[in-house]
């Protein structure tokens, strides 16, 4: 599986777009990349998914660069309540079965 | 929300005892994983199943055992709790497919090993 690399944490202040970048050399053909966020007591919740280019849906943007070594999630007009963890996975269905290997996550503080 | 549901949602045990955890989905998803969760680190893959009686060993399986008799149910079994499994540990599903990587999470199930 390919092993992702993400900064510890960043801050950021209202209403200012957060790009998180997420580096993934090792991406295998098959694997798509995919983000999650998680607030503190809470399971991770899906945000955004993709396989190359640029992908967006209501919440974020996802670029990924045509070597797909690398993807950013882009946030516009962070809020207060888009302080949370976010994770960066890539991984695909595989022989063995569907593993999801979550790396340690970018701590984001949005203050006011 | 997906229909995932993790019992109990706290328990407090003592070192040595047998815990089970247990993880209920009504999704039919084929998927279905256990993770843990300590302070200041991120999910850690215990064990994962990939259908009825398929199961495999995720990063930190030692200490753990699974079971899945049927597609809705996955349950996590401690044989001889430890402080150092004192964690929050998450059921996930997810269906199948090699497009199909979106997992649901459920809200966790604090354990504290005393």
């Known amino acids: 599986l390919a092993k992702t690399t993400q900064p510890i944490s960043m801050d950021s202040y209202e209403g200012q777009e957060v790009n998180i970048t997420c580096s993934h050399n090792?991406?295998?053909?098959?694997?798509?990349i995919t983000w999650y966020q998680q607030f503190p007591s809470q399971g991770p919740r899906f945000i955004i998914q993709?396989?190359?280019t640029k992908v967006t849906n209501e919440v974020a943007s996802l670029f990924i660069p045509a070597d797909r070594k690398s993807s950013t999630l882009s946030l516009p007009r962070v809020s207060l309540s888009d302080t949370a963890v976010y994770y960066c996975?890539?991984?695909?269905?595989?022989?063995?079965?569907?593993?999801?290997?979550f790396g340690g996550g970018t701590r984001l503080m949005v203050k006011p | 929300d997906a229909g995932i549901t993790q019992s109990p949602r706290h328990k407090v045990t003592e070192t040595g005892t047998p815990v089970t955890l247990r993880c209920h989905q009504t999704?039919?998803?084929?998927?279905m994983y256990w993770y843990r969760q300590d302070p200041g680190h991120g999910l850690r893959l215990i064990h994962y199943?990939?259908?009825?009686?398929?199961?495999d060993k995720g990063e930190v399986s030692d200490g753990y055992s699974v079971s899945r008799s049927k597609t809705e149910d996955f349950l996590l079994t401690l044989e001889s709790a430890t402080s150092s499994q004192t964690s929050v540990y998450f059921c996930?599903?997810?269906?199948?497919?090699?497009?199909?990587?979106?997992?649901?999470f459920g809200q966790g199930t604090r354990l504290t090993v005393v």
């Open positions: 996975l890539v991984g695909d269905d595989n022989n063995a079965g569907n593993m999801l290997t």
């Open positions: 996930a599903i997810s269906g199948s497919g090699l497009r199909d990587t979106e997992a649901f």
């Open positions: 993709g396989y190359k």
């Open positions: 090792n991406i295998a053909t098959n694997d798509y």
């Open positions: 999704e039919n998803h084929r998927y």
């Open positions: 199943s990939y259908g009825v009686k398929d199961t």
